[in-house]
């Protein structure tokens, strides 16, 4: 996704789709039984996982601020983090039950608050425009 150089905008929407396309359905199951059975495993791939995402996004935001999407001012790490925190935290059934609020749901609300928090004039019309194109898909 990320060699098609979209803005990052659209970026992170597409991989909210490719994410959903994937794990529909599978909120957490997989993980827990890692888990459970192969904390070892788990842990080495949860770490992979924080360094893959936290790269990405890092890189998203650049190009964002970059491009007058995202605000200047923001911490970079800290915003990668929360991201992170925040999309494999909507996850937790626990805390989400399934039948409170569909996964589709649960990741296009925490976009908007993720992209609520970084984005600048020009960013939220852009993010505008393109959520009306992923909303509607």
Do not use: W
Not at 11 to 40: H, W
Not at 48 to 74: A, M, P, T, W
């Amino acid at each position: 996704i990320q060699a098609r150089k979209l803005n990052p905008i659209e970026e992170m929407f597409t991989i909210k789709s490719f994410v959903m396309e994937v794990l529909m359905g599978n909120r957490g199951a997989p993980e827990y039984q890692l888990q459970k059975y192969y904390p070892d495993i788990y842990s080495s791939m949860r770490s992979r996982q924080f360094n893959k995402i936290q790269g990405c996004v890092v890189e998203n935001i650049h190009r964002g601020i970059d491009e007058g999407l995202y605000r200047e001012s923001l911490n970079i790490k800290f915003i990668a983090k929360i991201y992170y925190i925040g999309i494999t935290g909507i996850s937790d059934q626990d805390i989400f039950p399934p039948d409170e609020l569909p996964s589709r749901h649960l990741y296009e609300n925490f976009l908007d608050y993720h992209f609520h928090g970084i984005t600048t004039k020009k960013g939220r019309k852009k993010l505008s425009k393109i959520r009306k194109k992923f909303i509607s898909e």
